[in-house]
T-cell receptor
Framework: GAVVSQHPSWVICKSGTSVKIECRSLDFQATTMFWYRQFPKQSLMLMATSNEGSKATYEQGVEKDKFLINHASLTLSTLTVTSAHPEDSSFYIC????????????FGPGTRLTVT | LAKTTQPISMDSYEGQEVNITCSHNNIATNDYITWYQQFPSQGPRFIIQGYKTKVTNEVASLFIPADRKSSTLSLPRVSLSDTAVYYCLVGDRAAGNKLTFGGGTRVLVKP
């Protein structure tokens, strides 16, 4: 149990276009989901916290108008990278918590975004 | 959230025990210590979590001294498939479950 999926697993888009990444909790309800970004050979950087039915909370330095997050249901959160640029190319990973009393997060497999 | 310090990398050989020590001098009373494993181009995977003394599961053991200013993840008899990056995280369960990843330790298991 506690499986998180992401779609797509990889995407290539042209500079200036937008791309949407989906994060789904397959066998549990996730009241909170998190979005991370990871550049090659670097650690994960938390971008935002997504709560079902409310606005996402963004970490300092993350542009909320560029990285749109929607958490419409207890099993789905989406991250839309708007007007993508080559510097947005990265590995985007989501995670979800099943139980707020537990510290364990379940991570998705990640989405590799390449902006040309 | 408490900052953590880990070695950047470690090499080992198949069948050996690997011990990774993480320093967290500013750990707070409510903080738990959690370790994650990440393979290339994959999301991290939870390994183990503890508060004090020793915790063991089917994958690893976690040793935490009384002062809790450090912790050691022990991987028994590693195999090539244990080559990964291991992250030590410290945080309060009540802090919105936010996880702050440090640099991690890149473990290379050689044949």
């Amino acid at each position: 149990g506690a499986v998180v999926s992401q779609h797509p697993s990889w995407v290539i888009c042209k500079s200036g276009t937008s791309v949407k990444i989906e994060c789904r909790s397959l066998d549990f309800q996730a009241t909170t989901m998190f979005w991370y970004r990871q550049f090659p050979k670097q650690s994960l950087m938390l971008m935002a916290t997504s709560n079902e039915g409310s606005k996402a909370t963004y970490e300092q330095g993350v542009e909320k108008d560029k990285f749109l997050i929607n958490h419409a249901s207890l099993t789905l959160s989406t991250l839309t990278v708007t007007s993508a640029h080559p510097e947005d190319s990265s590995f985007y990973i989501c995670s979800a918590t099943r139980d707020l009393s537990s510290y364990e997060q379940y991570f998705g497999p990640g989405t590799r975004l390449t902006v040309t | 959230l408490a900052k953590t310090t880990q070695p950047i990398s470690m090499d080992s050989y198949e069948g050996q025990e690997v011990n990774i020590t993480c320093s967290h001098n500013n750990i707070a009373t409510n903080d738990y210590i959690t370790w994650y494993q990440q393979f290339p181009s994959q999301g991290p995977r939870f390994i183990i979590q503890g508060y004090k003394t020793k915790v063991t599961n089917e994958v690893a053991s976690l040793f935490i001294p009384a002062d809790r200013k450090s912790s050691t993840l022990s991987l028994p008899r590693v195999s090539l498939s244990d080559t990964a990056v291991y992250y030590c995280l410290v945080g309060d369960r009540a802090a919105g479950n936010k996880l702050t990843f440090g640099g991690g330790t890149r473990v290379l298991v050689k044949p």
